[in-house]
């Protein structure tokens, strides 16, 4: 299972056989992960606020009802959350020499408290994600044209499968 996720989340095999040349070579990848995941969560974050802000300029998509405005609540928080732990990432990485990591390697829990840690701030995007596209889910299907509504649940279901292909096709 480890060997999956960091195959997914970070572009290696495994954090288990790693020399000093190679830590220093996957630290520096995980920066410039981390780096982009962040940026990317500060923008969610700053767009779901000015939806969180503003009316619905249209009446085929309305937010403002309850279920619609608490998802951008939650995909603003899920946001947020990624940008914390992006950051949380990025002390880590700064703390972190090669002795570190032969001492997670030989204790589980360590091991998977930093596994943990290095994939949080991509879940919590890809929550803050997943929540924005119910948003406008709901939020369409609160507005007022059919045809909207069909094609954006179409594409949602062709989302989440091409979604669920990927990631069974990468682990």
């Given at each position: 299972m480890h060997a999956g996720i960091t195959r997914m989340y970070f572009g290696i095999p495994s954090l288990d056989s790693l020399e000093e040349a190679d830590w220093?070579?996957?630290?520096?990848?995980?920066?410039?992960?981390?780096?982009?995941?962040?940026?990317?969560?500060?923008?969610?974050?700053?767009?779901?606020?000015?939806?969180?802000?503003?009316?619905?300029?249209?009446?085929?998509?309305?937010?403002?009802?309850?279920?619609?405005?608490?998802?951008?609540?939650?995909?603003?928080?899920?946001?947020?959350?990624?940008?914390?732990?992006?950051?949380?990432?990025?002390?880590?990485?700064?703390?972190?020499?090669?002795?570190?990591?032969?001492?997670?390697?030989?204790?589980?829990?360590?091991?998977?408290?930093?596994?943990?840690?290095?994939?949080?701030?991509?879940?919590?995007?890809?929550?803050?994600?997943?929540?924005?596209?119910?948003?406008?889910?709901?939020?369409?299907?609160?507005?007022?044209?059919?045809?909207?509504?069909?094609?954006?649940?179409?594409?949602?279901?062709?989302?989440?499968?091409?979604?669920?292909?990927?990631?069974?096709?990468?682990?």
């Open positions: 220093d070579e996957v630290k520096k990848n995980l920066t410039h992960y981390t780096a982009n995941i962040t940026i990317i969560s500060t923008i969610m974050t700053a767009v779901t606020a000015a939806f969180a802000t503003t009316t619905p300029p249209t009446k085929f998509a309305d937010w403002s009802r309850e279920f619609p405005y608490c998802c951008i609540g939650l995909s603003l928080g899920s946001s947020l959350l990624s940008v914390l732990n992006g950051l949380a990432v990025f002390v880590f990485l700064k703390t972190t020499c090669h002795e570190d990591v032969k001492s997670m390697q030989q204790n589980t829990f360590k091991h998977r408290v930093t596994l943990t840690l290095l994939t949080l701030p991509l879940t919590f995007l890809a929550t803050a994600l997943t929540f924005g596209i119910i948003t406008w889910i709901v939020a369409i299907w609160c507005g007022d044209i059919l045809w909207i509504k069909l094609v954006w649940t179409i594409t949602y279901c062709s989302a989440i499968f091409s979604v669920s292909v990927i990631t069974f096709a990468l682990y």
